[in-house]
């Protein structure tokens, strides 16, 4: 499958009734698809927690459909915005060859230069 298909495969199970409207250029699916990618976030974190705090086996399988979970939810910000993962994944690539032009640093890390990232995101 690629990436334009999985995201025309998401938008066909999503839904298309929302019960709040938009607010200020967010738009109800976009508000949607951040409020899922945060929760599917999170049920990855609560795996880790359970192999790390309460010593339980990493379950793989499952912090994979929830790493698909987020996939979901950022396919459909995806299409709701109008750009490609193609187009996202160069995006940032491209931001962060301006960040750490050689190689990640502390010092980049700390040191960003904003208006150049934005230059190449825009």
Do not use: Q
Request: proline share 2%.
């Amino acid at each position: 499958m690629t990436p334009a298909e999985y995201i025309e495969n998401a938008v066909l199970t999503e839904t298309k009734e929302y019960r709040f409207g938009e607010t200020n250029g967010i738009t109800p699916r976009m508000e949607h698809a951040m409020m899922g990618m945060v929760t599917e976030a999170a049920e990855c974190m609560d795996i880790v927690k359970k192999t790390k705090i309460y010593g339980r086996a990493l379950d793989r399988v499952h912090l994979a459909e929830e790493a698909g979970d987020v996939m979901w939810y950022l396919a459909i910000l995806s299409d709701e915005l109008g750009i490609s993962f193609e187009e996202m994944w160069e995006k940032n690539i491209a931001k962060l060859r301006v960040r750490f032009p050689e190689k990640y640093t502390d010092h980049h890390a700390v040191n960003r230069d904003l208006d150049s990232e934005r230059k190449v995101l825009e």
